[in-house]
């Protein structure tokens, strides 16, 4: 799930549902999201603002939340945040016996501001330097980029070397790249090699 604004638009919204028996004290706070050497960065911003930024919700009720750009401005590419959603401990009853751990959720959702004409772009290459040899893919785009279903095949041998992805190492924000560790890969320079992978919901081989 994520929350999409084009960078024409002002706002955007998302619901939020509480499918169980008890009301739930929610905290909810909007991050820059960048990436650094393969690695997600989170910092604080001003730019998008979540009204209500707190929140209860009650048994089996939603929410719609309102994610609204402070003083926007034209861009040319993309911008990402991340909605970062807390439940918020409930207020202990010494009535009542222990009933163990209570297990809080955090929940983050992508939040992407971006002009409609923007493109993801990718190129990879076989990095064979270390002791697993990894799968460095790079966006060169302007937009970011999900992988899902990443496969690097030898179309020589005719063999497929799954690579795991999801959610969390997936996401290739625009000008930036990651490594992805090749498992049971012994790289032979005379074969050829392509990439089968799924990008932002579109299968494509690279």
């Not at 739930?24 to 650094?36: A, P």
């Not at 302007?142 to 005719?158: E, I, K, P, Q, S």
């Amino acid at each position: 799930m994520n929350v999409e604004i084009l960078s024409n638009q002002n706002a955007s919204s998302i619901s939020l549902f509480n499918q169980s028996n008890e009301s739930t004290d929610l905290q909810i706070r909007v991050f820059e999201w960048t990436q650094k050497n393969g690695q997600d960065q989170l910092t604080p911003t001003d730019e998008i603002a979540i009204s209500p930024p707190f929140l209860k919700l009650q048994p089996n009720d939603s929410y719609n939340l309102r994610v609204v750009r402070i003083n926007p401005t034209p861009i040319s590419g993309e911008k990402t945040y991340r909605i970062i959603i807390d439940e918020l401990p409930k207020p202990i009853d010494s009535r009542k016996a222990a009933q163990g751990v209570n297990v809080l959720l955090r929940s983050s959702l992508p939040v992407f501001v971006v002009n409609k004409d923007a493109i993801t772009k990718l190129n990879w290459k076989i990095d064979t330097n270390q002791e697993v040899p990894s799968l460095n893919i790079s966006n060169i785009g302007n937009r970011h980029a999900l992988l899902n279903n990443l496969m690097l095949v030898d179309t020589t041998a005719n063999k497929s070397y799954p690579i795991k992805v999801n959610t969390v190492n997936g996401y290739i924000l625009a000008e930036q790249s990651r490594s992805y560790s090749i498992n049971n890969f012994t790289y032979q320079p005379n074969h050829k090699y392509s990439v089968s992978l799924t990008v932002n919901g579109k299968k494509t081989t690279l």
